[in-house]
C-alpha cells in the first residue's frame, strides 16, 4: 500500500499545522512474518482517522547494523537516514509480537540506538501473537520508553491467536470492536501529540 513507501519529506509536506506525523514502526522482521497484515490495517485506520499523516517504518526492509559505530564517531548513512524520520515524527505506534515473553532483538537495537529523537512524544502499541496476544512484550516495551522519555498511551491494541482475528483481505472479523479500539488508542495519542508537540516548540525537551 502507498503509505508504507511515504518519507519524511513527503509526510512533512503533507501534514497541516493540525495534523500530527505518526510514526508506525513494524517491529518483526521474521520471513513469513504476520507483521504486515496488522500494521497495513492499522496504518490505513490511522490515516482515515484525520489527526495524523504516516509514515510506515518496516524494520524489515531497513538494514541497521548489529555492530554499532564508536561513540563520538560519525554513525552509518542508514542509521542517519531514519533517525531523521524518528525525529520529525510527534508520535509513535509500534507493531509488535511476542517472543519468548518479550520482544524481537531488531526492536531493541533500532531503540536503543537513538535518544533525543525520541524524546518528550507519546508512543502506543499494537501487539499480536499467541494466547497473550503480545501484550508480555508491550509491558517491557512501556517500561523502556520511559527510559527515552516519553509518554505512553493507556490504551492499546492487542491480538490473542492473530491469524484467527483477521480475514483472508486482512481486515479485523470483529470489524466494529476492533474499529473502535483503534480510535481509542488513536484519540489518546492525538491528544499527546497536541500537547507534547506544543511544548516542545515553546519549550524545547532536553536531558
Known sequence: MSIATNSITDTAATASATRFRLAVIVGSTREGRFAPVVSDWFAEKAEQHGDFAVDVIDLAEIELPAVWSAMGSEPAAVVKALGLRLAAADAF????????????????????????????????????GGISGGLRAVEQLRLIFAEQHM?????????????????????????????????????????????????RTSRPYGV
Open 93 to 128: 505506534v509500534v507493531v509488535t509480537p511476542e517472543y519468548n515473553h518479550s520482544f524481537p532483538a531488531g526492536l531493541k537495537n533500532m531503540i536503543d540506538l537513538y535518544r533525543g529523537e525520541w524524546q518528550g512524544k507519546p508512543v502506543g502499541f499494537v501487539s499480536y
Open 151 to 199: 509518554v505512553t498511551t493507556r490504551d492499546g491494541l492487542a491480538f490473542p491467536m492473530a491469524w484467527e482475528k483477521f480475514d483472508a483481505d486482512g481486515r479485523p472479523v470483529d470489524v466494529a470492536g476492533t474499529d473502535g479500539a483503534a480510535a481509542v488508542m488513536l484519540d489518546q495519542l492525538a491528544w499527546w501529540s497536541h500537547a507534547t508537540r506544543q511544548m
